[in-house]
């Protein structure tokens, strides 16, 4: 599977324009710099060794669809524009795969929107789905870079007439976060089985988003 890379002057550009990035670039690629959304999708990629099940996965199945080329499968309890019958899991207590079914397992940017709790469910079926010697890949923002965004987002499409908070179109729902601490996250991931947990920042983001890989033992 080939991975979307940028060129390192895009990368550049994309380091040196982030705080106008964050701002108003936060779905579509555009001005010729990368957007939030892309840029994160392409880091995970990175990450990503086979088939893949990218749990929350939003409008249009987009990171298995555009990053994954389509090996894989993606969920979500919300049917979000884009997505079909397949892709839209009511109850995510149990995921509609058999055992050791995916290489690779991604929660983008939504595990503190998993109702807390569900969380250890959702990781333990992660952890059920992944092949011996899979990974699961979850990204989560700096505690005050994810709220400031969180609310960039909310005024950007209240005065611009956007539609990028896919939070307002679907609801907070009172387990829900802005986001998780790191213990967190490598506590949960733990408890769930996994282990050789480590963490990457996003190096064009200013290090301000990052992801934690995990493995479920061979």
């Not at 199945?61 to 894989?72: D, L, M, S």
């Not at 149990?94 to 940017?109: E, Q, Y």
């Not at 807390?116 to 699961?136: K, T, V, Y």
């Not at 505690?143 to 609310?151: F, R, S, W």
């Amino acid at each position: 599977m080939a991975v979307k890379t940028r060129a390192r002057t895009q990368k550049l550009k994309d380091f040196i324009f982030f705080p106008l990035r964050a701002i108003t670039l936060h779905d579509n690629d555009r001005w010729g710099l990368t957007s939030l959304a892309s840029e994160r999708f392409e880091y995970v990629a990175q990450e990503v060794i086979g088939d893949c099940l990218d749990v929350g996965c939003g409008k249009n199945n987009r990171f298995i669809v555009e990053y994954c080329e389509g090996h894989g499968q993606g969920i979500d309890v919300y049917p979000y524009e884009g997505l079909s019958e397949e892709n839209i899991v009511r109850d995510m207590s149990r995921f509609p795969f058999k055992n050791a079914f995916f290489d690779s397992v991604t929660f983008i940017a939504n595990l503190n929107h998993v109702p807390r709790s569900l969380r250890d469910i959702e990781l333990q079926e992660a952890f059920r789905c992944l092949r011996p010697g899979g990974n699961i890949i979850v990204t989560m923002g700096n505690p005050l870079a994810e709220i400031l965004v969180h609310k960039v987002v909310y005024w950007h499409d209240r005065f611009l007439g956007t539609n990028y908070d896919m939070d307002a179109e679907r609801g907070m729902g009172e387990e829900e976060e802005y986001y998780l601490m790191d213990s967190e996250i490598v506590k949960r991931l733990s408890l769930a089985g996994f282990n050789n947990i480590t963490k990457k920042y996003f190096l064009t983001q200013w290090c301000l988003n990052h992801l934690f890989v995990a493995w479920k033992p061979k």
